[in-house]
C-alpha cells in the first residue's frame, strides 16, 4: 500500500516501536482521507485504549509490520542486511531496462521512423491478415452442395432475389452461352468476389455503428463479418494474379459496388435477418459455381489448372504446400464459401442481440 513512498519514510514506521505509531498513521491517514476503506477503519481518537487496536486495523489493511518483524528488521539493520525493504530498481514503475528490452524499444522506435517515412520495400499482398479457416485437404474435399428450405417470407424473398440475381448475370455475363473458358471463369470469379467482398464489411459497420450509438457490446459478430470481407477480397486478389482487369470490367465494378452497397446497407437497417439469408444462399451458389470449376478442372475445358502453380499469395494466405496448383486454390475458396453459407445461414437464425458462435478463426 502507498503509505508513505518514500523509503526513509518506510523504515521510519518499521523501525518504530509500535507504542509509537499512532503519529505517523494519523498524519498518514489524512493524506489518504479519500479513501472510504481507510477512513472508515483508521480514523480513532488517540486514546490509550484504542490506540492498539487501530495499530491492528492499519496492518491488516495496509500489511504493516508486527512487533516482532520490527524487532527482526531493526537486527537486520543494524547488520546492515535490507532484503526486507523493496529495492526501487524492482519496482515496477521505476526499475530500469534490461539490455534486451531496451534493445526492443530500440527496434519499436525505428519501425516508428519507417512508419514516419513510408517503408521502401512493399510487403507481400497478405502479409496482414485477419485469422481465417486453414483447411485440411479432407475438409476441402468434403465439401457439398447443400440447400437450406427457406422458412417463412423473408426466407423466400431472400432465396427468389438470390436465384435472380444469378440468372441475369449468368445471362449479362454470357457465362452460360457457348464454351466455358479460363477468360470467362476468370471474369467471373473476379466479378464476383468484388460483389461478395461487400455484406462483410457493410454488416460489421453497421453493427458497430450500432454499438457506438447504443453504447452497448454487440456480441462478437463484427469480427466474423469482417473475416469475411477480407476472405472475399484474398479470392479476388488471388484471381487478379491470372488476370488483368480491362476498363470496362472496371467500370461494371464501380458501378455494380455503388449499387449494391447502397441496396444492401439499406436493407441491412430495415432487416439484418433478410439479409443474413441472402448472403447464405447467395453463397450456396458460391459453392455450386467453385464446385462447377472443379468439375471444368477434372473432366472439362480447364484441366490445365490441374497443374498450374498456385499463386504465391495463395500459398501464403492458405498456408499451402509450396508445389500446390490452381485446383488445390479453387478447393481452398470452395471451402471459404461453404463456411460464408454456414455462418451466415447461422446468423440469420439468431436474434441481433444473440452471441455469435463463430469465434475468430473458425
Ligand atoms: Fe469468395
Ligand atoms: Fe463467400
Known amino acids: 500500500m502507498a503509505v508513505c513512498c518514500k523509503p526513509t ?72 542486511n535490507f532484503e526486507t525493504i523493496p529495492n526501487p530498481q524492482e519496482l515496477p514503475h521505476f526499475r530500469t531496462l534490461k539490455p534486451e528490452e531496451a534493445e526492443d524499444m530500440a527496434a519499436t522506435e525505428k519501425k516508428d521512423e519507417v512508419t514516419k517515412t513510408g517503408s521502401k520495400e512493399m510487403p507481400p499482398i497478405g502479409t496482414y491478415v485477419l485469422p481465417h479457416p486453414i483447411w485440411t485437404e479432407t475438409q476441402v474435399n468434403q465439401v457439398k452442395v447443400t440447400h437450406k428450405e427457406p422458412e417463412g417470407l423473408a426466407d423466400r424473398l431472400a432465396y427468389r432475389t438470390v436465384k435472380l440475381f444469378r440468372g441475369g448475370f449468368d445471362l449479362f455475363s454470357g457465362f452460360s452461352l457457348g464454351q466455358r473458358t479460363e477468360r470467362k471463369w476468370l471474369n467471373r470469379i473476379c466479378f464476383l468476389e468484388t460483389v461478395a467482398g461487400v455484406p462483410g464489411m457493410v454488416a460489421a459497420m453497421m453493427r458497430h455503428m450500432t454499438s457506438l450509438r447504443r453504447m452497448q457490446r454487440d456480441q462478437g459478430w463484427i469480427h466474423t463479418l469482417l473475416e469475411e470481407a477480407e476472405n472475399e477480397r484474398m479470392h479476388l486478389l488471388t484471381a487478379l494474379q491470372l488476370r488483368e482487369p480491362s476498363l470496362f470490367f472496371r467500370l461494371c465494378v464501380i458501378g455494380a459496388q455503388g449499387v449494391f452497397v447502397t441496396l444492401f ?98
Open 265 to 362: 446497407g439499406l436493407s441491412y437497417a430495415i432487416n439484418a435477418k433478410f439479409c443474413h439469408r441472402f448472403v447464405g444462399y447467395l453463397e450456396e451458389e458460391a459453392v455450386k459455381t467453385y464446385t462447377k470449376c472443379l468439375e471444368d478442372i477434372d473432366h472439362g475445358p480447364m484441366k490445365h489448372w490441374q497443374t498450374q502453380a498456385a499463386p504465391e499469395v495463395a500459398i501464403r494466405y492458405w498456408k499451402m504446400k509450396p508445389d500446390s496448383t490452381m485446383r488445390d486454390v479453387i478447393l481452398a475458396i470452395r471451402a471459404d464459401e461453404d463456411h460464408h453459407r454456414l455462418v451466415n445461414h447461422s446468423l440469420a437464425s439468431l436474434k441481433k442481440d444473440e452471441f455469435n458462435p463463430h469465434k475468430p478463426g473458425e
Open 9 to 80: 519514510t518506510l523504515r521510519y514506521i518499521m523501525f518504530r516501536p509500535a507504542t509509537t505509531l499512532w503519529p505517523t498513521v494519523s498524519v498518514s491517514t489524512r493524506a489518504l482521507s479519500s479513501q472510504a476503506l481507510l477512513a472508515k477503519d483508521v480514523i480513532l481518537a488517540p486514546t490509550s485504549s484504542n490506540q492498539y487496536l487501530a495499530a491492528v486495523n492499519i496492518k491488516q489493511i495496509r500489511g504493516l509490520a508486527d512487533k516482532q518483524k520490527v524487532d527482526e528488521n531493526l537486527e537486520k539493520y543494524r547488520k546492515g
